[in-house]
């Protein structure tokens, strides 16, 4: 079996002592990782693309589980697992692509443990990557751990490594909001302005951070989202490729639409919908014209790069299958 | 599930006939073709079952692998100095620790444990570290530097065709000519006159077909604990599928007596055979124990599993053949290049499989092939379930829906008007005594609805059909030797036990069970009556391994031997008792019983009392030895099998025009097993195999990364090539239950006179077909010719579109 290096563990029970703890540790000079439900880290200390001197395992913290409609928002605990996610009546009213979402992420034991914060945090993926030390050894490492090349991108000196997780992508498209805390307080900023086009790391969450909690407002008039993900299988598998969609309806046309693409690059990809705003979307023939039309735009801005194993070519083919699924989940037509 | 779809009347040995077995299947407790529980079935359903990482021992070391970072380098190198210094490492041992080389085929020794000059693939190992822990083992591994000389890396065929004449570009230094591990040119009847023949007045179809290899992904990964006692006598426990094997070359590496070493081969988590030869693991926790004097395991991780790999061949392979106007198939002609990677395994009897298991079910009056493994820079091909077969049937099968299609005639009937007969001799001489494969498609085609439906589904949605056979064991064993392939040793006592001892190899497929079921039927007694011990070389008589379908043949004739000796000792003893004919006392569900007088009837306990009164301590021996040997030429006695099973397969697709992806929709399998010893079994098999082979379709994707290519400068990342791309079951895709399409299976019983009651193999023969009927009912659904497995998405995309452009073309 895989084995981790050693490391220590604190197990905090509140949100400040949490914070405070990867406070002190780091002041030490010791390096930490925050663990949730693990189904990320504890692959990747196997792997050896983490090496912490210090775990902090905030499962145990009290209050960070859970959602509440506060009026405007929906308010989830960093630490709801996927699974009560994908079957949260709350969710499933006010998000239900996000519902979808969590419910295609990895297979029924991961979803039990894994986390929605663990899952916005969760490491970008590549090839070259996501492998054993041994096979990374003989890869001659790669600039995101361990090297200094990239195998993907010839003579590449950015890490484009793939933002994989599923309800990030969603996420997007509800203008999600995330809620952090710091030893020095708490930030809410746009999800969208958590993540960046780094591989390396394609968060703004610096090693004292904890993810508390996301605020998913809701819908002001008639809305619909879809969300569709490319994969071999139907468990287990990342996304190749997924698309979230969202389409606000107020007096029979498009008052917002949002489409967001991932697992491309580090960054999940927010395709520009404004072009859409004000027209109709009440007609079958009105809705199919609005996702041509996207369809098209996708295919033009989303090229991905062969940081997994797949063909490039069919992965692109695919962006336009794939914004049209997620169209037909929106209104209700999957095939 | 339904079975039998036309079973004949039974006949039992001792009299009884079908209707008595519908009788005794009422009480769903006896003999033979009952449906059971498996023996093991409850421990490892509830985790009782120790495999062999489960088994710890005091003071036990970990032992762990360096393994080479370079497709093809010479070892300049290798310093262990800070390893061997660290606490807690208490050996450390290179390739001339083990310098002997060894090989399944005697003829073709050539791997050592460890790496001794050179090394031939990424994974390749190289040095050995016992330590206190796995943790300690791990740090030690890291520490042991080992420097090369980089060597051009052989990565394909082609390539390994042109290279090999020097030592810089052998993979293998034993290859005698180029990277050549082994080619085979035989000939049978007048192929080119024949193919002349049908040129003028038939078809002839020419098609080149790519099966790109793959692996077992058996769940358990290979383990082994070595341990050396004071006596000097060496006990390695392997999850082995080949513990025999084990022994002999554990005994010749380590210089040992083979008295002096034992093999117990515990349950095993799967095999597929991945596991049917000595590995490194064997030898290293030896060496080890023997240099520690403590017991050292050593457990591959996953990665680990696919470097020792001994999976599926990628095979080139182009196809001649020709039928007359009646689809009558006239003359067969291949040849196939064969990627073996770095070691020969049991590649030379691979390259003959390539051509000799093509013979039945459908037969033709002429044939040619040549085949040719080839050495190559990546982790070395071996048996995987269908060993040497799967790929030829492929492309084969695929040809005569191409024949079919071309003559106008129905798959089914194609394959119909050609089917062999039984109690043949085959083309290349080798007798096939029975074969089911009209009953298998009749019952396919039936449950299917392939009259009705087959041509005239809307496109993207199409069924098709395939068929094939598989050996029951080989005549020959691996090593020339007169003694019996299998033995058994069963012992009866007051008790009313019967305890069975059998070499055979227990990897999941039942052989307990099966032992079991035949002290059931031939001695009466209850299942949980019977005891069995499997695979200890101290305790068990030798059985030769689980590989080439021949275990329930070949163990079950044994068995039967041994039970019938003690049959008659118990039936003697109770009639004498009884004052009856011996014949006249029954054995069956736990008692003996009168054949005539109803009221007379005893438990087997008390019949085994009189017979041990009688007889004295009981026990009988068996043993199964071949008499026939194949054809009469030089290897003619490889593919020549005491009993060939028949397999169809049905296979319902749906094709997704916009994503290239394959859906198999429902597949329907019969399968001829001769005889089914246990309903439950077989069909699990015939199941698991086709799963498996639906998933090398779809799924299963052995790729290795090959930049440069032979002769190109290397750039910085150049060590990429022969790189196994994702050595995990996250990158290596085997499908899920959600991924499998329904499956009915049905057992077809057509006897066979060299079966233990008939029975024939159930294992590895129902994955053949289930390939190839994909690909046809690929066609049938969009009218594709798929011809290179696997059948990505990505490539069923670029063929659709290529189909839709040029018949755009062709309507302009
Ligand atoms: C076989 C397999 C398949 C998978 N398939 C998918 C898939 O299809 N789609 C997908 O999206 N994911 C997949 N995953 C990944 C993973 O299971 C999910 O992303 C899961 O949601 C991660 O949550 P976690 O709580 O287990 O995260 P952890 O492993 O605990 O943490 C992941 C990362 O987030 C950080 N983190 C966690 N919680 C917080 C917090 N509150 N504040 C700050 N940082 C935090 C950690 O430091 C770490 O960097 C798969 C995993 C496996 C093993
Ligand atoms: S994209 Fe390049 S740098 Fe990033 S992980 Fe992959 S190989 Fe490494």
């Known amino acids: ?335 | 599930m339904t079975r039998p779809i036309s079973s004949p009347v039974r006949v039992f040995d001792h009299g009884s006939t079908f209707e008595d077995a519908a009788l005794r299947r009422q009480d769903g407790d006896h003999g033979l073709g009952m449906r059971r529980r498996k023996i093991d079935g409850h421990d490892k359903a509830t985790g009782r079952t120790l495999y062999a990482d489960d088994l710890s021992f005091p003071g036990m070391l970990q032992a762990k692998l360096k393994r080479s970072t370079r497709a093809h380098a010479r070892i300049l190198s290798i310093d262990v100095s800070t390893a061997l210094a660290m606490e807690g490492v208490f050996a450390v041992i290179t390739g001339n620790d083990l310098p002997a080389k060894y090989g399944i085929i005697p003829w073709t020794r050539d791997e050592t444990a460890l790496a001794v000059d050179d090394v031939k693939y990424i994974g390749d190992a190289i040095a050995a570290v016992a330590a206190v822990d796995e943790e300690t083992a791990n740090a030690a591994v890291k520490a042991i530097v080992v420097e090369y000389e980089d060597l051009p890396a052989i990565l394909d065929t082609e390539t390994a065709k042109v290279t090999g004449q020097d030592a810089r570009t052998k993979v293998n230094p034993f290859a005698k000519k180029g990277n050549i591990t082994k080619g085979v040119e035989l000939s049978f009847g007048d192929v080119e006159g024949n193919l002349e023949r049908c040129r003028s007045e038939g078809v002839v179809v020419d098609a080149d077909f790519f099966f790109q290899g793959t692996t077992h992904a058996p769940i358990e990964p290979h383990c082994a604990i070595g341990t050396m006692d004071e006596r000097g006598v060496l006990t390695v426990i392997s999850s082995t599928q080949t513990p025999h094997y084990v022994h002999r070359d554990l005994a010749h590496v380590l210089g040992l007596p083979e008295a002096l070493v034992r093999v117990v081969q515990p349950p095993v988590g799967g095999g597929f055979g991945g596991k049917s030869e000595p590995f490194t693991l064997e030898f290293v926790v030896a060496k080890l124990s023997m240099i520690t004097g403590r017991p050292v395991k050593l457990l591959y991780t996953r990665e680990e599993v696919f470097y020792a790999h001994r999976g599926r061949h990628p095979m080139q392979m182009h196809y001649t053949v020709g039928a007359d106007r009646t689809g009558k198939l006239l003359a067969v002609k291949s040849a196939i290049d064969i990627d073996g990677g770095a070691y020969a395994s049991f590649g030379m009897i691979t390259a003959y499989y390539a051509g000799q298991l093509l013979t039945g079910p459908v037969a033709f009056n002429s044939y040619a092939f040549n085949a040719t493994r080839y050495y190559t820079n990546k982790p070395a091909c071996g048996p995987k379930r269908g060993h040497g077969s799967v790929q030829p049937r492929f492309a084969f099968e695929v040809v005569l829906d191409m024949i079919a299609e071309k003559s106008g005639i129905d798959p089914i009937e194609l394959r119909r008007r050609n089917f062999a007969g039984d109690d043949v001799l085959l083309i290349n001489g080798q007798q096939m005594n029975s074969s089911g494969l009209i009953e298998c498609l009749d019952a396919v085609r039936t449950a299917s609805g392939w009259d009705q439906r087959r041509g005239k589904l809307p496109r993207g949605h199409g069924l098709g059909v395939a068929c094939s056979m598989y050996i029951s064991g080989t005549n020959y064993p691996i090593y020339p030797n007169d003694m019996p392939q299998s033995g058994v040793q069963v012992k009866l006592d007051r008790s009313g036990r019967v305890t069975m001892f059998s070499g055979a190899s227990d990897i999941g497929q039942g052989p307990g069970s099966a032992l079991a079921v035949i002290a059931m039927e031939e001695l009466g007694v209850l299942q949980d009556h019977v005891r069995v011990v499997l695979s200890d070389s101290d305790l068990t008589p030798v059985d030769l391994g689980a590989y080439s379908s021949r275990v329930t043949l070949m163990m079950g004739h044994a068995a039967l031997e041994a039970c019938r000796t003690l049959r008659e000792q118990v039936q003697d003893a109770v009639a004498t008792i009884w004052e009856c004919r011996p014949d006249d006392v029954l054995l069956g569900h736990g008692k003996a019983w009168h054949a005539k007088d109803t009221g007379k009837a005893m438990s087997t306990k008390e019949a085994f009392v009189l017979a041990e009164e009688r007889y004295g301590t009981l026990g009988a021996v068996g043993g199964y030895r071949t008499r026939e040997r194949g054809g009469d030429y030089r290897g003619g006695t490889i593919g020549a099998s005491p009993a060939y099973s028949a397999t169809a397969h049905i296979a319902e697709v749906k094709v997704c025009e916009r994503s290239g992806r394959i859906d198999v929709v429902k597949v329907w399998v019969a399968h001829d097993c001769g005889r089914a010893l246990s309903p439950v079994i077989v069909e699990g098999q015939i199941e698991g195999s086709t799963y498996m082979g639906i998933a090398e379709v779809s799924m299963e994707n052995m790729l290795y990364g090959n930049y440069p290519k032979y002769g190109e400068t290397p750039g910085p990342d150049h060590v990429r090539a022969g790189m196994l791309l994702g050595p995990s079951l996250l990158d290596y895709r085997i499908p899920t239950t959600l991924d499998t399409p329904p499956i009915e299976a049905f057992i077809i019983e057509k006897p066979d006179r060299n079966g233990p009651y008939g029975a024939k193999e159930a294992g590895e023969g129902p994955l053949h077909s289930s390939i190839p009927a994909v690909a046809n009912a690929v066609f049938d659904a969009v009218g594709l010719r798929l011809t290179e497995l696997p059948f990505t998405p990505a490539k069923v995309l670029t063929a659709l579109k290529k189909q839709a452009s040029s018949s755009s073309k062709a309507a302009e």
């Open chain 1, 1 to 335: 079996m895989l084995r981790m290096d050693p490391f220590l563990t604190e197990t905090p029970t509140s949100v400040d002592e949490a914070v405070a703890l990867l406070a002190a540790h780091q002041a030490a000079g010791r390096s930490t990782k925050v663990i949730a439900g693990g189904t990320d880290v504890v692959p990747n200390l196997k792997h050896g693309l983490f090496d912490p001197e210090v775990i902090v395992h905030i499962g145990r913290v009290p209050g960070l589980k859970g959602v509440v409609d506060d009026g405007g928002h929906l308010l989830i605990g960093a630490l709801t697992t996927l699974h009560d996610l994908s079957v949260h009546p709350l969710v499933q009213q006010h998000a239900s692509g996000l519902a979808r979402a969590a419910s295609l992420v990895a297979g029924p034991q991961l979803r039990r443990m894994g986390t929605l914060g663990g899952n916005l945090a969760l490491d970008t993926r590549c090839l070259f990557y996501n492998q054993t030390y041994f096979w990374r050894e003989a890869l001659g490492f790669c600039l995101k751990k361990d090297g200094s090349l990239c195998h993907v991108v010839a003579g590449g000196k950015k890490c484009v490594a793939a933002a994989s997780n599923d309800t990030a992508t969603m996420l997007l498209c509800l203008d999600a909001e995330v809620v952090l805390q710091a030893p020095t307080g708490r930030r809410t900023m746009k999800l969208e302005d958590f993540y960046v086009a780094n591989g390396i790391k394609n968060t703004v969450l610096e090693a004292v951070d904890l993810l508390v909690q996301v605020r998913v407002p809701k819908a002001a008039s008639r809305r619909f989202e879809g969300y569709a993900k490319l994969r071999h299988r139907n468990a287990i598998d990342y996304p190749l490729l997924s698309v979230g969609l969202r389409v606000d309806v107020d007096g029979g046309v498009v008052s917002a639409m949002r489409c967001v693409v991932s697992a491309l690059q580090a960054r999940p990809h927010k395709l520009p919908c404004d072009a859409w705003i004000g027209r109709a979307f009440e007609h079958r023939q009105e809705r199919q014209d609005v996702v041509d039309g996207l369809k098209q735009l996708a295919f033009a801005k989303c090229v991905p790069v062969k940081n997994l194993a797949d063909d490039v070519v069919w992965r692109r083919e695919m962006v336009r299958v794939l914004v049209q699924r997620a169209f037909d989940e929106a209104i209700g037509e999957a095939s």
